[in-house]
């Protein structure tokens, strides 16, 4: 599974600051009570708009407002209408046929089933490089089509006539319909790619729009655009903002400022910013899924080093020296939560009793802080490995909040295991990342965000054959839990629950990560700011429904 998965670059995508305020154009709803006669939304990004081509984003936070799926991601992770507007599965949960409504493109021209055959193997295609097409994995010879190893006309879609798309899978995929609230599953009109060639998707009007709204006034380089209401879209009396202006601020600095001139009604806060401003009465949250945890690498190339990682003792005594509530509330200073698993709370829930999934299958012992626990099992655990003392180097990005994590990290760790020493290597992000794809680290900060809605979005980039799993972390018992849920249970939606709960339990009683704390950011929000979804995974932010009350 590929994803933004070091923290560092997490933190870069993530920190999408959304702003919002009245502007001047009337809107159809002027004449309603509950709103304002300005429907107009000015949001800020931290850079560059990277590609509006949803085969090959690198990552699809607000791109659900101009591209539409199947689905839409709804509130709380819910799965609402999109292009689909039926659908059937077959028994064995291998057979998707969609029934897609009678929508239209931007341009006013017909969205079929064919755009959606035409999008899919085109994004699968290698020459596409598609940062994101790990996600079609399960559908029929995807993985074979992007090893290079079969030809994307062998992809398991099809249409038939104009209103009929199938889907044949190798296998069941229980979270199936959640992915498909992904634009990445959205259709591309072909007529339109051959129309503009190498032009296509290289500025906003070389570009069909399928969603809520389309983009205007973007050439690929600028620092401002704009998201105007799609009167093509199919669910177009829905939408109440006329307008979305987009403009590149890099500095919170800025963006608070301006929030407090009254230019923006919504501005995230950087952790600074946080402690003067909790009391605000505009002070809000909206968290993410998304784990920082710590990194062993079981094949260090320092024998003592791999010997001393390799002990679980002493990666359960690293673990139980942390105070988790220190590092969240005096360290990163925002409103992050402590970790109590490496799959995030609020994520998942039981499909039989409805309980959180991190809530029902924490370990005891594992996330918690206890030094007397902690000393008793390092003493063990040198003992085991004939060590009397123990030096780590510790990887982590330069990027903010990652430098004085670190610090704390060290702090905590020689103060409570004696005989440890921890060097610490703060460097750029590309590096850090580099080095640690390559293996070149004792203990790495790293974290992962969930694509989906589903604990196996987490649990499946820590087996043994996945290429996220730097430290090289391998439990046969672990890959075979993840292995049953995705395969000989994917079909029993309670069975592959209890096999996620076992893989997440195995990975913490084995210690073979160390979860630290989870991604909330802070903001303040103008109260009249009204109806914007936020989701903790996937396609964030879902402005379909927002509006300026009155």
């Not at 341009?107 to 959606?116: E, H, L, M, P, V």
């Not at 972390?473 to 709960?501: E, I």
């Not at 195995?506 to 009204?530: A, C, E, R």
Request: glycine content about 6%; overall charge positive.
């Amino acid at each position: 599974m590929k994803k933004r998965s070091v923290l560092t670059v997490i933190f870069s995508l993530m920190l999408v600051t959304v702003l919002a305020a009245c502007g001047k154009q009337t809107s159809q709803n002027s004449g309603n009570g509950k709103y304002a006669s300005n429907q107009v939304l000015n949001l800020s990004y931290p850079s560059t708009l990277d590609s509006i081509d949803i085969s090959n984003m690198s990552g699809y936070g607000s791109t659900g407002n101009v591209f539409e799926s199947l689905y839409r991601l709804g509130k709380n992770g819910s799965i609402t209408p999109g292009l689909a507007k039926a659908t059937k599965v077959s028994k064995d949960g291998k057979t998707y046929t969609f029934t897609i409504r009678d929508a239209k493109w931007s341009d006013g021209s017909k969205i079929t089933a064919q755009d959606f055959v035409y999008s899919w193997k085109r994004t699968v295609t290698p020459a596409t490089k598609s940062q994101y097409a790990y996600l079609f994995s399960g559908v029929k010879n995807a993985d074979a089509i992007v090893a290079g190893k079969k030809s994307p006309s062998t992809l398991g879609v099809k249409a038939v006539g104009q209103h009929t798309f199938i889907v044949t899978l190798d296998k069941p995929i229980s979270y199936f319909k959640k992915l498909m609230t992904y634009p990445l599953f959205g259709p591309i009109s072909e007529k339109a790619v051959k129309k503009w060639g190498s032009k296509y998707a290289t500025k906003a009007q070389y570009m069909l729009y399928s969603g809520p709204f389309k983009l205007t006034g973007w050439t690929g380089t600028n620092n401002s655009w704009q998201f105007v209401k799609n009167n093509q879209y199919w669910d177009k009396q829905a939408v109440h903002l006329q307008k979305i202006n987009y403009t590149v601020n890099e500095s919170t600095t800025t963006t608070l400022n301006l929030f407090q001139e009254k230019k923006l009604d919504l501005t995230q806060l950087a952790s600074e910013q946080v402690k003067n401003m909790k009391s605000n009465s505009d002070y809000t949250t909206y968290p993410y899924s998304i784990t920082a945890f710590l990194v062993y690498n079981f094949k260090d190339s320092n024998a003592t080093v791999k010997k001393a990682l390799n002990n679980q003792k002493i990666r359960q005594a690293i673990s139980l020296s942390i105070n988790r509530k220190t590092l969240v509330k005096n360290v990163i200073g925002d409103a992050s939560t402590t970790s109590k698993t490496f799959v995030p709370q609020d994520l998942a829930n039981d499909p039989k009793t409805g309980k959180d999934f991190a809530d029902e299958s924490t370990v005891k012992n594992s996330t918690s802080y206890d030094t007397a626990l902690a000393k008793k099992l390092w003493q063990q655990g040198l003992k085991e490995t004939g060590l009397k003392k123990l030096t780590l180097h510790l990887l982590t990005s330069n990027d903010e909040p990652n430098k004085p994590i670190s610090q704390y990290l060290k702090s905590a760790l020689e103060k409570n295991l004696s005989g440890l020493t921890v060097d610490l290597s703060n460097i750029p992000s590309k590096v850090a990342q580099s080095r640690a794809q390559a293996g070149n680290f004792d203990l790495y900060l790293s974290g992962w965000g969930a694509d989906f809605n589903d604990p196996i979005s987490h649990l499946q980039i820590m087996t043994s054959n996945s290429g996220y799993n730097y430290g090289k972390y391998s439990s046969s018992t672990y890959n075979g839990l993840v292995d049953k849920a995705q395969n000989k249970d994917a079909n029993n939606v309670n069975a592959r629950w209890q096999d996620m709960l076992q893989a997440e339990r195995t990975i913490m009683q084995d210690q073979g990560i160390t979860p630290l704390y989870q991604t909330v950011y802070s903001y303040l929000q103008n109260p009249k700011v009204k109806g914007i979804i936020h989701n903790t995974a996937g396609t964030q932010w879902n402005y379909k429904y927002a509006y300026i009350a009155k």
